[in-house]
């Protein structure tokens, strides 16, 4: 067809050259009530007669359209149809019965307008084949001379409002009638809801029962059945249901009789995409006005988007014709309205600028130029940045910067995806489903109730309720329980958003031992859960990040792609910055003020606390608060204060922490933290060398962490205190406010290495997990440089866990040994070397500090060497016998003299008891000649020379 062919006005049409949409089958618009059942028969078409008497005229057409159009003849009426009737032979679509019938009608001349008609509506493809089957049935008995009593041309239609099923009856009546499957009798209209003896004396051939959801019995059925069968002559009946059920299934089968002739059952689905923009199409070419047809074309787009997003909101409860039909002349009563006021502006406008006398009309200056593209989308629409209650929340909060900006790029594709709508483009599709992952206390569940709310606003789901449950709320007893438990949870969200929060316990217990209730829920949601972007419900996941994403790798296979890793919304914990401001925060919430000196506390105390493996971010600042609170009213009331004065007092420095005092005094010289050691003034050097690190950077502004190693190799002789350094260094690191406690985890090799594939990494994340937030001692590291597979998987396990966040300077980490040792493990692998750069070095003990260390460890049981009565060579000779026991293979340094001073204390208190009066005699003293004794004999144990 030529696209400036005329129209019925004599206008070129901006559709002409478009093929016109097949005939949707419809509803009627003005639609008999639902609440009877019809009963008709043929008759002569000049007119209907209802049961009370009353005529129904056909209504008049004009006598242009007489002549235009092919005069259909018509049965009944008792339905309207929303659209004009299309030629079949006009339609472009690939429907196989169409292309059937029309192949019938130029090979054998076949003629039937009820064929016509039924072959050019949308869809019904099933419907369409019963009809030609109809027919070709009609047509064989017919030839064969069969009863058509015989035949069984009764319908069941099973479809959801507006889809045609009243139309479809309607047709089916009148095909029968045309291809003398039914007699011809008079039609009568029964209002009436059973059918009765007297009813089956009539002479009506189709029964049509509208509501079939009546028949709620068998006994329903029976009694139709029973009256049918008193008729003499063909009765066909058909039944259309919204539903079916078990209960109306069992109705029709109630007997032989009904069995065999309910067994030709047709589904009608909702309108999909494709037949909702034909029979717009067709409403739309009924419509003149527009301006072009890429306007035409974008209410089209437009209209057929909208009715979309609808149909995925009321799912079977979408009305097909009737709701587009509604949609469609609501929207052009818009076009109109808001094409009226433009043009009258327009006017207005003209009028301020030209007068009467000027001789000209608005009209001849500027011509109607039809409905702009502004009159059909309407005006621009709000940006829900600007309206979004929930994006103004979240703007408000601490931190949060990447969901901030994820957010922010959301709102930024919603409002692309509103021009898109008004313009009926494709948008970009947003994911609905997400995990939400992060550390404890970091807001998870509040960012999905504000995500949720988003897409509410947005517009992309119907309801937009939000459900939130836990994950061990599904988790049912028995079995099937857990899966009923959350079909039932996903049922209540359709439409809305459904939030799981603590999703990560899902996956496995602790114990890493599978859970089988907890995989069915993985299951049931990986089974129910749609990856698409038009789905009608959002599901987020909210949990740890380290654990979700196992999870989402391993779980089950469909659930990374329900969820998909990269669309994840992760949350971090808060810095040391933002944790001040949420204790500013909340202080300011409570009416309360602290102390200078008191936040600056609070502020160490959360800069120790963070590196915690519990840290709870926002909740640990809550829990400070309040230990605060506590601590200051039990303060006030031991001063003899009421609690009516506790709100006047700032909450003080020892009101967070009652050993406050630590955090200023930590500027003193690092030798204290090391009582009783003995020539350790090159290891505390080394670490009061970062106290002034840390308090320069501070009196800056700078973090000192990363400036700061965490992670150390201790090397050196058996003895030379690494283990208790060590054990002092988390008492520094504490006080410096890098760790959360002070305490050292002391673990060995055998700890870390496996007994069989796959179970060393988990030692090592499982140590590693211990020593979160304080220091994780390695004993004998150089163990791990066995040439097993073990242990060099121990080895890479502990390099890459070096480098996580998690664990990356919330830690001290400390690997001990021997010198070589230490030196062929850092040769196996050269990332060990990079992940501990600092080296301590401990040094053998010299004899002066092994005498010094004897010295001490004899005075704890207040046992003095009696210097006086010796003279210098018998120190001398000491001092020579511990060279010569350092030069022994076995010496163990600072061991061995703690060795020789449990001999030497023993030795002194059985000679202080073997005193006859049991008196001191002068105290415990021991002279320098027995402490040679002492030491030879230890010498000749060892094999060394006297």
């Known amino acids: 067809m030529s696209s400036d062919a005329p129209d019925e006005s004599g206008r070129t049409s901006p559709w002409s050259e478009v093929s016109p949409p097949v005939m949707t089958?419809?509803?009627?618009?003005?639609?008999?009530?639902?609440?009877?059942?019809?009963?008709?028969?043929?008759?002569?078409?000049?007119?209907?007669?209802?049961?009370?008497?009353?005529?129904?005229?056909?209504?008049?057409?004009?006598?242009?359209?007489?002549?235009?159009?092919?005069?259909?003849?018509?049965?009944?009426?008792?339905?309207?149809?929303?659209?004009?009737?299309?030629?079949?032979?006009?339609?472009?679509?690939?429907?196989?019965?169409?292309?059937?019938?029309?192949?019938?009608?130029?090979?054998?001349?076949?003629?039937?307008?009820?064929?016509?008609?039924?072959?050019?509506?949308?869809?019904?493809?099933?419907?369409?084949?019963?009809?030609?089957?109809?027919?070709?049935?009609?047509?064989?008995?017919?030839?064969?001379?069969?009863?058509?009593?015989?035949?069984?041309?009764?319908?069941?239609?099973?479809?959801?409002?507006?889809?045609?099923?009243?139309?479809?009856?309607?047709?089916?009546?009148?095909?029968?009638?045309?291809?003398?499957?039914?007699?011809?009798?008079?039609?009568?209209?029964e209002h009436k809801q059973r059918i009765t003896e007297n009813d089956g004396k009539n002479h009506a051939t189709v029964i049509f029962f509208p509501n079939s959801e009546w028949f709620e019995t068998t006994a329903d059925m029976e009694q139709v059945m029973d009256t049918m069968n008193k008729r003499d002559d063909k009765v066909v009946i058909i039944l259309a249901y919204r539903t079916i059920g078990e209960v109306r299934e069992a109705s029709m089968a109630v007997t032989s009789e009904s069995r065999r002739r309910f067994c030709n059952r047709i589904v009608i689905d909702n309108y999909g995409e494709i037949e909702i923009k034909q029979f717009l199409g067709r409403l739309l070419k009924e419509r003149t006005g527009f301006e072009t047809k890429a306007d035409a074309e974008t209410l089209l787009r437009t209209l057929a988007h909208r009715l979309m997003k609808q149909r995925k909101a009321e799912e079977s409860d979408f009305c097909n014709a009737n709701a587009i039909a509604e949609l469609f002349n609501k929207t052009f009563d818009d076009i109109y309205n808001r094409n009226h006021k433009r043009l009258e502006l327009e006017w207005v406008k003209w009028t301020r600028t030209n007068a009467p006398s000027d001789g000209q009309n608005l009209e001849t200056v500027k011509p109607e130029d039809g409905f702009t593209l502004q009159d059909i989308v309407g005006p621009e629409p709000l940006s829900l940045r600007s309206t979004s209650k929930a994006w103004k929340g979240l703007r408000q909060m601490i931190g949060l910067d990447s969901v901030k900006r994820e957010i922010s790029d959301l709102l930024h594709v919603i409002d692309f995806n509103h021009q898109c709508e008004r313009q009926g483009k494709q948008g970009i599709a947003i994911p609905l489903n997400r995990f939400i992952t992060g550390p404890p206390g970091v807001g998870k569940t509040t960012i999905a109730k504000i995500l949720a709310e988003i897409l509410s606003e947005g517009g992309f789901l119907s309801t937009g309720k939000i459900i939130v449950k836990t994950a061990l709320a599904l988790v049912g007893g028995n079995g099937g329980e857990s899966e009923e438990k959350t079909t039932k949870a996903l049922e209540e969200a359709e439409g809305g958003i459904l939030i799981i929060d603590d999703a990560h316990l899902l996956y496995k217990d602790s114990s890493g031992r599978e859970d089988s209730d907890r995989q069915n829920i993985i299951d049931t949601l990986t089974a129910n859960v749609s990856g698409k972007p038009d789905a009608n419900r959002s599901v987020i996941l909210c949990g740890y990040s380290e654990e979700m994403e196992k999870m989402a790798l391993n779980a089950n296979q469909g659930l990374q792609r329900r969820f998909p890793l990269?669309?994840?919304?992760?949350?971090?914990?808060?810095?040391?910055?933002?944790?001040?401001?949420i204790l500013d925060m909340m202080l300011a919430r409570d009416g309360i003020a602290a102390s200078e000196r008191g936040l600056k506390v609070a502020r160490c105390m959360l800069s120790r606390m963070r590196t915690g493996p519990t840290f709870g971010n926002a909740a640990e600042v809550q829990n400070l608060l309040f230990r605060a609170k506590l601590r200051r009213m039990r303060r006030l009331k031991d001063a003899g204060m009421g609690f009516?004065?506790?709100?006047?007092?700032?909450?003080?420095?020892?009101?967070?922490?009652?050993?406050?005092?630590?955090?200023?005094?930590?500027?003193?010289?690092?030798?204290?933290?090391?009582?009783?050691?003995?020539?350790?003034?090159?290891?505390?050097?080394?670490?009061?060398?970062?106290?002034?690190?840390?308090?320069?950077?501070?009196?800056?502004?700078?973090?000192?962490?990363?400036?700061?190693?965490?992670?150390?190799?201790?090397?050196?002789?058996?003895?030379?205190?690494?283990?208790?350094?060590?054990?002092?260094?988390?008492?520094?690191?504490?006080?410096?406010?890098?760790?959360?406690?002070?305490?050292?985890?002391?673990c060995s090799v055998t700890d870390l290495v496996g007994e069989y594939v796959g179970k060393t990494g988990p030692k090592v994340r499982k140590q590693f997990e211990r020593g979160l937030g304080k220091v994780l001692f390695i004993d004998e590291a150089y163990l791990l440089s066995q040439k097993s597979t073990f242990h060099e998987e121990a080895v890479a396990e502990i390099i890459d866990i070096m480098t996580r966040p998690r664990y990356a300077g919330n830690m001290v980490v400390i690997l001990a040994g021997y010198d070589q040792d230490m030196e062929r493990l850092l040769r196996t692998n050269s990332g060990l070397r990079s992940r501990f750069p600092t080296i301590v070095k401990f040094k053998s003990m010299a004899p002066e500090t092994c005498l010094q260390h004897l010295i001490q460890c004899l005075a704890k049981l207040k046992i003095q060497i009696d210097e006086a009565t010796g003279d210098h060579e018998q120190r001398t000779a000491v001092l020579e016998v511990f060279g010569r026991l350092r030069k022994t293979a076995q010496w163990a340094n600072g061991r061995d003299v703690e060795t020789l001073a449990q001999r030497i204390i023993g030795y002194v208190f059985i000679k202080a008891g073997e005193v006859e009066d049991g008196t001191e005699s002068g105290g415990l003293v021991v002279s320098f000649e027995e402490v040679r004794e002492h030491l030879e004999e230890m010498l000749q144990e060892r094999g060394g020379e006297l």
């Open 25 to 189: 089958p419809l509803e009627s618009s003005s639609p008999v009530n639902d609440e009877n059942d019809f009963t008709f028969s043929v008759s002569e078409p000049a007119q209907i007669e209802s049961s009370e008497g009353n005529a129904f005229p056909k209504p008049e057409k004009k006598e242009k359209e007489k002549k235009k159009e092919k005069k259909l003849v018509r049965l009944t009426e008792w339905t309207t149809p929303l659209l004009k009737h299309v030629d079949p032979e006009l339609i472009d679509d690939n429907s196989p019965s169409r292309l059937e019938w029309l192949r019938q009608k130029g090979e054998n001349s076949e003629q039937n307008e009820i064929m016509d008609e039924i072959m050019a509506m949308i869809g019904i493809e099933e419907v369409k084949a019963h009809f030609l089957w109809a027919k070709e049935r009609a047509d064989i008995a017919n030839r064969w001379k069969e009863d058509m009593r015989e035949i069984n041309f009764d319908l069941v239609l099973h479809g959801g409002d507006g889809t045609g099923k009243r139309r479809i009856a309607q047709l089916y009546a009148e095909l029968l009638s045309s291809i003398g499957a039914v007699s011809r009798h008079k039609l009568r209209l």
């Open 566 to 581: 990269e669309h994840a919304i992760k949350l971090d914990s808060y810095t040391q910055d933002e944790l001040g401001q």
């Open 644 to 746: 009516a004065d506790v709100h006047h007092h700032k909450l003080a420095a020892e009101d967070f922490d009652p050993d406050w005092e630590r955090w200023f005094s930590s500027n003193s010289s690092n030798t204290s933290l090391f009582p009783g050691f003995v020539g350790f003034d090159h290891v505390s050097g080394q670490f009061e060398r970062y106290q002034k690190i840390a308090n320069g950077m501070r009196r800056y502004g700078i973090d000192p962490r990363p400036h700061i190693p965490s992670a150390f190799i201790f090397k050196g002789p058996s003895g030379t205190g690494k283990t208790s350094v060590a054990k002092k260094v988390g008492t520094i690191f504490y006080d410096l406010g890098f760790l959360s406690s002070e305490q050292v985890i002391v």
